[in-house]
């Protein structure tokens, strides 16, 4: 098969499964769906790679190719196509996103069993995992706005799936409403671009930019600030970062596939794939970088002190998603897709442990409620711990390797960028320290009551299950959460989603090891060949070796400093919070970010409606303007004495039986 | 020279009026053959239509020849969807009240066939009186649509819409006659024809009042803010398989007049009065999408939530950008919204009649056992938020394009309708169709009758999303002739002030 139809096969495989699955939803019995599901996106992974076969089957001056289905608004000078474009970058996010998708697939084949939605789960998530795939693969801006929206509406499904719960629809609309306001951001970036190049179409863009732009020019500066807008909105970057906590009211394997391993990087893939508009417009993209920074740092410090178990990992997405964006704006390319890579397997596999453990809860998420899970839950524990020390990037785990390689480039950019780079240290000790607080404090210590029953084989389960959020008695008749628990020690499928990711996140720094193997940045090459950056940006051997040995120091002192404290000292952690209650408190309420978001956006909006509909329209839309009128009218109703009977309407009435005999008259006279 | 669409006009009245005759076990076929009968034949024109050919499908006779009026009807690229979708949305409705009949069926029957006849008639009509005439015809039958069939308080909102759209249809007449009068060379010359009228222009200052003489017809019609005080009392009370064409189609024939008539007739107007229209536009967007996530009517989030759509139309149409993407894209929305807001008006008639309140704040968790009704409201309420993907979205993209080419702070000011669009839409179906079950509030799915409506139209809604190119391309040439004289007298005025300026 040709290199394109194997690449529309990638796309078509879940669309299908998708379309299957609903129309299906009565006809076959439900365990059918999930293994579908299962099926149609490993069905599209294989597609992947052999895509990736074919595409390095190609000359390296022949690996982008575009393919065009048909034309979709071609119209005014706008060339709107359904086209993708086939390409190392495109290629290496294919094989991720369908590769992680179809793990993630396995694991909710047993872990969503017990629950009522279990088909519209999986068409759901078929649906994601092609509007992903759309997403990455689109050849112009109008079908990567198509697709990014699309992520969207999928993650707002899957947010809001469990929709009995409040509390889950109203991060659903959240979410939404963010991610449209990144669209919104998308749109008008592409504009400005538009204007510039007059295309829509990726490479012509890429090829015309550099005449239709000046260097730092104004318009395209604006462009590419308004694709970051679309770019953070989607990763999750701050100030538009609040949906992220929120979404985690979505089923646990929702949270590892979308909300960590590939929708929230989908910021790093647009930022890289408009490399050669960034590197025009360097401005915009040192804000990028700068933002990249702040958020990961911001979500840092909220991690530490979060309790519950979801939102500590949803925190540390945001915070390594921050290293990633940090990358790809500092023109570190390679190594930020690395990270993005590497970052999927490890959080997947830390989403997945935690649903594992929170299973075993009965739903419970609370950190505070959990402890010594780690004799009854042995295979989760062990995840967990890869998963850990993968994020706290202890050697010679992957998330060791891409974490260097985005500092170590930090610090070859030179500048200001150094002190991103030292930054990027502070943020990886932090890293360490908030992972392994959460694994000390889930797995170590007395175990609760749910551990100990589970040691002695009986999963607990709860009498009622009630909405941790508002205490509400879950609806357990329709959806979540079903009177099953699926536990990773009990499910093979869960073991095998978990046992691959866990060798995916030990071994996948494998495909680059600076002056060992860097086989992911030639395969890379052909996207980037355009990039002034992308070959100068190369550490010496020694700063590579000095950087590597201080990433696994700070990993391992924090990984040390969490010990001393959850572990070895139980009751220090209490001292500190009281002594700095005011920082504890100020990263507990999350910077306050929701309620300044509120005040100054959702309030106003909310009063101008209520004024609007209370108010205006009494006023001014019908007391001046519709009783103005009728004032009018009387008022040229009176002035024809002789025709009026002093009522309005039989004066109305009077004029279209007027215009009606008018135009009969007319009718027949003809 | 053909008969064509004289039948296709008429032939709803025809059968209505047979069915009122007819007995009253008859009526509905009657009224349902009305229907389908032009949709099959907007479908066939539809497929026959060659774009860039011009007028098609001419009937051209002399009507009163001492006016210079003329019978004169033609399908071109501007029209050719809008009729197709009128009588998509007239079948899908005669369907609907088939299935449900209301009280005097054969009489509701009769009036519809007026109203589609009328629709049709002043899409088709390519003679201005023919086009006034068609255009207060509309409001006969939605008068007595709404003062015998509505909610409480029929009648004074009846009044209310009549009196205040005649007001606008009253100056539109006045400015009609004064177009032909004023632009006729000579009594003899006198002539009402469009194409006629198009090459004969007005001095700027008799243009500039009989502009907004249209202007205003329109936009009350339409409604735009702050014309649209005769809207809400209408919505509440009108039946809604007749809200769901009225909002559908009537407020496109407003749409439509301005792309049709006044561009062409009223070049030089509309370039000096760009920009208030444009101004018109955003503030129905804003204050549009503002009512509609505030409302807790269901038929009024819609009906503010078509005030913020037509908005754009506006600001697509009066971007007049030299490429015309705004024009193409302000066309494309009209198709889409009809398409769009249509099934949605179903969707309430069933939400209404399983909750027992039209308030969405007493209703929610209805999705619990009708996930077919779930997933063609969520469809049709993605298409209305304009989620990229859907034509809804191509439209807006190219309106937004149109306007960022022609005053850049007003496409940045549209799109927060965008973003607002997506508050009022999803709150709509949380509050519907998700959460806890409300007291007093069954969760039944969708029956045959009612998926015979809705799914064919949610289908169009996918079929339209996934291929919106024909439509483009069919009235592309017609839409950038209609639009041509326009951006001249703009791009005269732009040159003009940059000569003046140094």
């Known amino acids: ?670 | 020279m053909t008969i064509h669409l004289s039948i296709l006009i008429f032939w709803p009245l025809a059968l209505a009026v047979l069915g009122g005759l007819a007995p009253r076990r008859a009526a509905p076929v009657f009224a349902l053959v009305g229907a389908l009968v032009p949709l099959g034949y907007a479908v066939l024109m539809l497929l026959d239509f060659k774009a860039g050919g011009g007028l098609q499908y001419v009937t051209d006779d002399e009507w009163i020849a001492e006016l210079g009026v003329h019978y004169k009807l033609g399908v071109d690229g501007v029209n050719a969807w809008l009729v197709a979708l009128t009588a998509l949305l007239f079948a899908a409705s005669a369907v609907w009240l088939m299935l449900r009949p209301p009280v005097r069926a054969s009489l509701f029957a009769v009036h519809f066939g007026i109203a589609e006849t009328a629709v049709l008639g002043a899409f088709l009509a390519q003679d201005l009186a023919l086009f006034v005439l068609f255009f207060d015809l509309m409001l006969v039958p939605f008068y007595f649509l709404v003062g015998q069939w509505g909610g409480p308080d029929r009648v004074a909102a009846a009044m209310k819409m009549v009196v205040y759209t005649l007001v606008g249809s009253l100056l539109m007449l006045a400015g009609a006659a004064a177009t032909a009068v004023l632009s006729a060379r000579g009594p003899a010359e006198l002539t009402f024809v469009l194409s006629d009228l198009a090459r004969n222009p007005l001095p700027e200052s008799t243009q500039k009042w009989i502009f907004v003489t249209f202007a205003l017809a329109f936009l009350i019609k339409m409604p735009a803010f702050p014309f649209h005080g005769w809207m809400p009392d209408a919505y509440r009370t009108m039946p809604l398989p007749a809200l769901a064409v009225f909002s559908g189609v009537v407020s496109k024939v407003a749409a439509y007049g301005f792309l049709k008539l006044v561009m062409p007739l009223f070049p030089a107007a509309v370039a000096d009065f760009k920009l208030a229209l444009l101004i018109f536009g955003l503030a129905s967007i804003l204050y549009g999408s503002v009512q509609a996530f505030t409302q807790t009517n269901a038929r009024l989030i819609l009906g503010y939530s078509s005030m913020a759509q037509l908005g754009f139309i506006v600001v697509g149409l009066f971007a007049a950008d030299a490429a015309g993407a705004g024009a193409q894209g302000a066309l494309l929305q009209a198709v889409n919204h009809g398409l769009v807001v249509a099934p949605l008006f179903f969707v309430v008639a069933l939400l209404v009649e399983r909750a027992g309140t039209e308030d969405i704040t007493a209703m929610g968790g209805m999705a619990v056992r009708a996930p077919v009704l779930a997933a063609l409201f969520l469809i049709s309420a993605l298409a209305t938020l304009a989620m990229p993907g859907s034509a809804n979205f191509a439209g807006e993209f190219l309106i937004l394009l149109g306007a960022f080419e022609a005053e850049m702070a007003v496409a940045f000011v549209a799109s927060l309708g965008v973003v607002l669009a997506s508050v009022y839409a999803l709150r709509m179906y949380i509050r519907t169709m998700h959460n806890r079950l409300a007291p007093g509030v069954t969760s039944v799915d969708l029956s045959l009758r009612d998926a015979i409506v809705l799914v064919p139209l949610v289908l169009c809604i996918i079929a339209f999303a996934l291929y919106p190119q024909q439509a483009l391309r069919d009235s592309e040439p017609d839409v950038k002739a209609s639009m041509a004289p326009v951006v001249q007298a703009d791009g005269g005025a732009a040159a003009q002030t940059a000569e003046a300026t140094p």
């Open chain 1, 1 to 670: 098969m040709s290199l394109t139809t194997l690449a529309w096969l990638v796309l078509l495989f879940p669309l299908a499964g998708a379309v299957v699955i609903a129309l299906t939803w009565r006809l076959l019995p439900w365990k059918a769906h999930g293994w579908i599901g299962t099926g149609a996106i490993g069905l599209s992974f294989a597609a992947a790679v052999g895509t990736l076969i074919a595409l390095q089957g190609r000359g390296e001056e022949d690996r982008q190719v575009v393919s065009v289905a048909w034309d979709y608004a071609e119209t005014s000078g706008v060339d709107a196509q359904l086209s993708i474009l086939i390409d190392p970058l495109s290629v290496f996010m294919i094989c991720v996103v369908s590769g992680v998708s179809t793990l993630i697939h396995l694991y909710s084949v047993s872990y969503m069993a017990s629950d009522r939605g279990y088909t519209r789960f999986f068409a759901y998530l078929n649906f994601f995992v092609f509007s992903m795939l759309l997403l990455v693969l689109a050849g112009n801006f109008m079908i990567l706005i198509v697709g990014w929206a699309f992520v969207g509406a999928a993650s707002y499904f899957l947010i809001s799936f469990w929709y009995r719960r409040t509390t889950a629809t109203a991060a659903g609309i959240k979410a939404f409403v963010i991610n449209v306001l990144g669209d919104v951001g998308l749109v008008l970036g592409t504009y400005f671009i538009f204007r510039g190049t007059g295309s829509l179409d990726f490479l012509r863009t890429f090829e015309e930019a550099g005449q239709a732009f000046s260097h730092n020019d104004p318009d395209l500066v604006a462009g590419c600030l308004l694709l970051l807008v679309g770019a953070f909105a989607k990763s999750a970057q701050v100030p538009l970062h609040t949906w992220l906590p929120d979404a985690m009211e979505g089923p646990t394997p929702v949270s590892a596939l979308i909300h960590a391993a590939t929708m929230v990087t989908a910021g790093v893939y647009l930022i890289a794939r408009m490399h050669p508009l960034f590197e025009l417009a360097p401005t915009a993209a040192d804000v990028g970088a700068i933002i990249g920074c702040a958020t990961m740092l911001i979500a840092a410090s909220i991690a530490m002190v979060v309790t519950d178990l979801k939102r500590v990992i949803a925190y540390s997405t945001m915070s390594q998603i921050g290293y990633m964006v940090m990358a790809v704006s500092s023109a570190a390319y390679a190594a930020g897709l690395f990270h993005l890579m590497t970052h999927a397997f490890f959080k997947a596999l830390l989403f997945m442990a935690a649903g594992s453990v929170i299973a075993a809860m009965a739903g419970v998420q609370n950190l505070d409620r959990m402890g010594g899970f780690r004799r009854a839950m042995p295979f989760t524990f062990a995840c967990m711990v890869i998963g850990g020390l993968t994020l706290s990037g202890i050697p010679p785990l992957s998330g060791f390797f891409s974490k260097d390689e985005i500092i170590s480039l930090l610090f070859e950019r030179g500048d200001w960028h150094v002190a991103l780079g030292v930054l990027g240290y502070l943020g990886a000790l932090l890293t360490a320290i908030y992972t392994f607080r959460m694994i000390f404090r889930a797995f170590f210590g007395e175990p609760v009551p749910e551990a100990r029953e589970l040691e002695q084989g009986h999963l607990f389960h709860a009498e009622q299950h009630t909405n941790p959020a508002t205490g509400e008695v879950e609806d357990t008749d329709v959806g979540f959460p079903g009177p099953e628990h699926h536990i990773a020690e009990r499910e093979g499928t869960m073991k095998v989603a978990m046992g691959a990711l866990a060798a995916l996140a030990v071994l996948g720094g494998a495909v680059q090891i600076p002056k060992v193997n860097e086989s992911l940045h030639h395969f890379l090459e052909p996207t980037f060949h355009d990039s002034r950056l992308y070959e100068e940006l190369a550490p010496s051997g020694t700063a590579i070796w000095i950087g590597m040995g201080l990433g696994a120091t700070l990993g391992a002192l924090g990984i040390f400093i969490a010990y001393t404290l959850w572990v070895k000292r139980p009751e220090q952690p209490a001292r500190i919070r009281e002594r700095l209650a005011f920082a504890h408190d100020f990263f507990a309420h999350k910077w306050y970010f929701d309620e300044v978001i509120d005040f100054l956006v959702v309030r106003p909006f909310a009063w101008t409606g209520r004024f609007a509909a209370n108010t205006f329209e009494r006023v001014v839309v019908n007391g001046a303007l519709v009783d103005g009128t009728s004032v009018a009218v009387r008022a040229a109703s009176a002035a024809v004495r002789g025709v009026q009977s002093g009522y309005l309407r039989y004066y109305a009435a009077l004029l279209l039986v007027g215009i009606t005999g008018l135009g009969a008259y007319f009718l027949i006279s003809a």
